[in-house]
Structure formats: structure tokens, C-alpha cells
């Protein structure tokens, strides 16, 4: 079975663009979430969709926003970029709720210049 | 608030020794408890977790942890630590998402 992948793996973008990061679950999978890993603020959960919903979210900014199609997949976008936002964007997929065994991607490693 | 808090940043220990990884939680009841591996440039990997029922719970590659409630504590345990066991170890606790404590980064020598 082929895990959770995510695209692109590397990013570089510079400040005030957009970018949109993509995430495959594992098949059968209907929960994606989506975290952000930094060296000063360590892991911390972005948002979860669900059967095409948002279920939960974090304490980010709007200019944090995903979706997720009827295959499962999801996107998350970032808006206006800002330096701070570099980071390692890791999607996770469960089954059916949060507190299913997550499976996590690679990651996609987003610099902002 | 509910938080975790893990104390030690970095452990070295030598090839063989045994490990404990501590893991303390701020949450209003029993949360749900895990722990997760992330080796370089790869994504996190479940150890093990803990819902209910038996508080010590066994995961994958012999490691095992242990939940008390009266310490709000979860901590992971290997009795015999390899080389290829380095790599930063974060516990996390579940309610309608997951919060992760800050890790552990494990060095371990030869």
C-alpha cells in the first residue's frame, strides 16, 4: 500500500507570493491534516478535513487555507508569505478520525526569501 | 490549556544502554497519548499509542511506554537502545487534533 505523498518536496518562494502544497492520503483514508514544523514553535496543527470539510482547525492565520477533493486528496495554500512561514509542511492521513493512527507524508520544505 | 511538555531537548546515550524519554501532559481528563519518531528528512512515525485499558502499552521496534495518571506523565522506554534508534522523538497528546511537545533529539553512541 503506498504511503502519504506530498509535492513538491522542496519549495522557494519569496515574500508576498502564494503557494499551494499538495498531499495524497493513503487509499482509503478520508482524514488530512495538515501540520507546520518549526525550529522555534515545533509542531503545530494547521487543520483537518474530512469527507471534503474542514473538521478542525489551528490558531493560524487566513492566509492559511486547504481544501480537500472527493478523491481525498488536499491542498493547502498560504497566502501572502511571509519569511516566518518557512517551514516543513507535514500532511498526515487517518482513516476516519483524528485519533486514528496518523500516517505521515515527507513533507514539503518551503523556504521564503 | 492543554500542552506537552517534554524536558530533556537532547539524551546521548551509548550504543546498548537502556533509554527513558519523558513526557509530561496538561489536559482536563484522560487524553489520548502517543509517541512519534522523525528521522532526518523523513516524515513522523507512530511508536505506539495509549487510549484506555492497560498503562503500559507496547509499540514498534521494542520500544514501550507507560502512562500514570497521577503524574500526568507518559514516558518511553527502550531497554536496550541501537545505533539506529537516533533520531528526535516527540509525544503527543489527542483530543480533536494532535498537539505535539517540543522532542527529544537521541544521540546515541557506539
Known amino acids: 500500500k503506498a504511503g502519504v505523498t506530498q509535492t513538491p518536496r522542496y519549495l522557494i518562494k519569496t515574500r508576498g507570493q502564494q503557494v499551494t502544497l499538495s498531499c495524497s492520503p493513503i487509499s482509503g483514508h478520508r482524514s488530512v491534516s495538515w501540520y507546520q514544523q518549526t525550529p522555534g514553535q515545533g509542531l503545530q496543527f494547521l487543520f483537518e478535513?474530512?469527507?471534503?470539510?474542514?473538521?478542525n482547525k489551528g490558531n493560524f492565520p487566513g492566509r492559511f487555507s486547504g481544501r480537500q477533493f472527493s478523491n481525498s486528496r488536499s491542498e493547502m495554500n498560504v497566502s501572502t508569505l511571509e519569511l516566518g512561514d518557512s517551514a516543513l509542511y507535514l500532511c498526515a492521513s487517518s482513516a476516519e478520525t483524528l485519533t486514528d493512527t496518523q500516517y505521515f507524508g515527507p513533507g514539503t520544505r518551503l523556504t521564503v526569501l | 490549556a492543554q500542552s506537552v511538555t517534554q524536558p530533556d531537548i537532547h539524551i546521548t546515550v551509548s550504543e546498548g544502554a537502556s533509554l527513558e524519554l519523558r513526557c509530561n501532559y496538561s489536559y482536563g481528563a484522560t487524553p489520548y497519548l502517543f509517541w512519534y519518531v522523525q528521522s532526518p528528512g523523513q516524515g513522523l512515525q507512530l511508536l505506539l499509542k495509549y487510549f484506555s485499558g492497560d498503562t503500559l502499552v507496547q509499540g514498534i521496534k521494542g520500544f514501550e511506554a507507560e502512562f500514570k495518571r497521577s503524574q500526568s506523565s507518559f514516558n518511553l522506554r527502550k531497554p536496550s537502545v541501537h545505533w539506529s534508534d537516533a533520531a528526535e522523538y516527540f509525544c503527543a497528546i489527542g483530543t480533536d487534533k494532535l498537539i505535539f511537545g517540543t522532542g527529544t533529539r537521541l544521540q546515541v553512541f557506539p
Open positions: 478535513y474530512f469527507s471534503e470539510t474542514q473538521r
